[in-house]
């Protein structure tokens, strides 16, 4: 039986004994492998919590417990409070669901031309020193 060193072991990032990784939703090609292009480390985070923003209930299969009603609060009138409660939303949403990042601010403007609200969302990756922000603009699509 062949003897293991656990050091040998190659991972690309400098500070993370773990890979975190993820499919391109895009569906770019590998062009050596042939196969659908991964994601990895900050780039897989990142794409997760803008996925998470973007989801709604019952949008999972097998999980209609994560999500949140930021679309539907899109449709309410702009005020203070709701910019407050959607920043709220997605605070609790990357909390409860997204545990590879620790949250530092969400930031929210309401955009009274565009109708809708550009965020910002920053935070720390674990076993990343580096802040990582994640900016958006949500409107409503109807």
């Known amino acids: 039986m062949p003897n293991y060193d656990a050091g040998s072991v ?27 292009q991964k994601i990895e480390d900050v780039e897989a985070v990142k794409r997760s919590v803008k996925n998470l923003v973007s989801l709604n209930f019952y949008e999972k299969p097998f999980h ?14 702009i005020t203070p409070q709701i910019s407050h409660f959607i920043g709220k939303q997605i605070e609790m949403l990357i909390k409860n669901y997204e545990p590879r990042c ?3 601010e969400v930031s929210n403007r309401p955009n009274l031309d565009r109708n809708g609200y ?7 990756v674990v076993n990343s020193p580096n802040p990582v922000t994640v900016e958006s603009f949500l409107e409503r699509l109807r």
Not at 11 to 27: E, G, Q, Y
Not at 64 to 77: A, D, K, V, Y
Not at 118 to 124: H, L, N, P
């Open 10 to 36: 190659a991972n690309k990032s400098t500070r993370s004994s773990r890979i975190f990784s993820d499919l391109n939703l895009d569906f770019q090609q590998n062009t050596a492998t042939k196969d659908i």
């Open 102 to 104: 620790r949250l530092v």
């Open 64 to 77: 209609p417990e994560i999500g949140s009603n930021i679309r539907g609060l899109l449709f309410e009138n």
């Open 118 to 124: 550009s965020i910002s969302v920053s935070f720390y």
